[in-house]
Structure formats: structure tokens, C-alpha cells
């Protein structure tokens, strides 16, 4: 379905498809497309970026969308973090996608997650590095381990000239946009953001569904599916607000799955 030498995982024949971008781990998410294709989906997942998230070509997706198009009625692309931030460039690229699902989003491109410098962005199109926003090195951590929350909400401000060219063109995704987030997330401001994606949407128009949780953190657990493993980093939220707010985002997945024909 894709030519790449990454890990790759395909799951059920439905006529809805959904391709699955994890965050930064680079999980291929097994478990996630398994539980899709149980509902009755056609679900993938592989491996999107090589090292880390450093210019990652936006044309390095257009294989996988078309290939998982060419089985299925509807294409769906549901990202996680830094997978978020890629569903959303690629629904604002892909009019055929008739719905982006971001679970904890960002609504600008950021940095390369590079310890190299001068920063440089995570994404290219047409070869060229998209604006983004660079991380903030002058910030120091209050906590250990550190809740990278502050660091991201400190270089928006820093760097709020940045901004504007750096904004995800939401105002472009043709299809349906689905948001989730939670208040305590403690990774990066999920909430502020997924909020300004729904501003900037309502501006043009175009609806938007934002899911929240007050007591979420950054990552959600559908029902059914296990935790994700452990992590260096700090997501915040707890075993059941995170449940609850993946049940919350399953219930719009199913009707999702559930729907008949393309976008009209």
C-alpha cells in the first residue's frame, strides 16, 4: 500500500479509511487501526517520519492517502500531537480528506525536534521548509521532570512575529475537523490551541467539534484500547479523565465509520 521500508500496518476492509499518525514516537499505532477496522473501517499506520519530525516532506504522504483512497468511499486522518499538526497541514492539502481528527493539536508548524541549530521547521512543501515557530532555548523547567507546557506558551510569546506565517491554513481543510484536548495538558497548550484552530475556522465559516476534558492530559485511550507506554516526557491528566475523553472522541469515530458515501 505504501513504498517504504518503515513499519507498516493495515487493518480491515471497510469502506471508511482512516490513516493513523502517531505523535513523536513515530508508534506505528497497531492497536488503534485494530479497533478501527473492529468497527468497521479500513485503518493504517506507519512509521511517517524517519529519525525525528525534521522536514518531513508534506509530499511523503500523498502515496499512503492515495492508496488508502483507492479502497475506500471516505479517507479520514486522525493524528496524535506532532501527527495532529500533520493531519491538519494535510487536510488544508488534500480536498478529498473529508475529515481531520487531531488529538491534542497545535493550529502553527513548530521546530525540527533537533538538538541542532540554527532551528529549522518540521515540515517542507514543494522542497521548501515551511515557516514555523522555534522552540524557546532560554527556558528553564520548574519542575522535574519538566512539563514542556511553559516552554511552548513562552516561545509563542517570544516569538509572536513568527506566528502568523507559521499557522496551519486551517481555513483551507474542506472536509470535517474533529479537535480533542485536555486541560491539564502538561506537554503544550493543547487547549489554547485547538481553541484558536476553531476561532480561526468559525472566521471562514467552517464548523468545528472541540472536544474537552478538564482533568485530560495529552494523550486520550479510546475504549478498548490499551495505555500508551511510558514516556520520558510529561503528559499530564489522569487514567480516567483520559478514558473519558477517548470515549468521547470513539463515539465520533463511530458515526464517522458508521456514515455512508463521500462528502458531498
Not at 502517531?22 to 487501526?33: H, K, L, T, W
Not at 479500513?42 to 492508496?67: C, H, I, M, N, Q
Not at 484536548?181 to 485547538?194: F, I, K, M, Q, V
Not at 507506554?229 to 503528559?235: G, R
Amino acid at each position: 500500500m505504501v513504498e517504504t521500508t518503515r513499519p507498516f500496518h493495515l487493518a480491515g476492509t471497510g469502506p471508511v479509511g482512516v490513516l493513523v499518525l502517531s505523535g513523536s514516537s513515530g508508534r506505528v499505532e497497531r492497536d488503534r487501526c485494530d479497533l478501527l477496522a473492529a468497527a468497521g473501517a479500513t485503518a493504517a499506520s506507519y512509521r511517517w517520519f524517519g529519525e525525528t519530525v525534521d522536514l518531513v516532506p508534506l509530499e511523503s504522504f500523498d502515496e499512503p492517502l492515495a492508496r488508502l483512497h483507492e479502497r475506500c468511499e471516505r479517507l479520514v486522518v486522525l493524528g496524535t500531537s506532532r501527527g495532529a499538526e500533520a493531519a491538519l497541514l494535510l487536510g488544508a492539502r488534500h480536498p478529498e480528506i473529508d475529515l481531520v481528527v487531531g488529538v491534542s493539536p497545535s493550529d502553527v508548524v513548530w521546530a525540527a525536534l533537533s538538538t541542532d541549530r540554527p532551528q529549522r521547521s518540521s515540515f517542507t512543501s514543494g522542497g521548501e521548509p515551511l515557516p514555523f515557530v522555534p522552540y524557546d532555548d532560554d527556558w528553564t523547567p520548574a519542575t522535574d521532570p519538566p512539563e514542556h507546557v511553559g516552554m511552548y506558551r513562552s516561545a509563542l510569546d517570544r516569538f509572536a512575529d513568527r506566528v502568523p506565517a507559521a499557522r496551519i491554513p486551517v481555513e483551507r481543510i474542506a472536509g470535517d475537523v474533529v479537535l480533542t484536548a485536555g486541560g491539564d495538558d502538561r506537554l503544550w497548550p493543547s487547549t489554547e490551541l485547538a481553541v484558536r484552530v476553531e476561532a480561526r475556522r468559525a472566521a471562514a465559516g467552517l464548523p468545528t467539534t472541540v472536544l474537552t476534558h478538564p482533568a485530560a492530559g495529552h494523550r486520550v485511550v479510546l475504549p478498548g484500547e490499551p495505555r500508551p507506554p511510558s514516556s520520558h516526557l510529561v503528559h499530564g491528566g489522569t487514567p480516567a479523565a483520559d478514558a473519558e475523553l477517548g470515549a468521547a472522541l470513539w463515539a465520533r469515530l463511530l458515526a464517522e465509520v458508521t456514515a455512508g458515501g463521500p462528502r458531498a
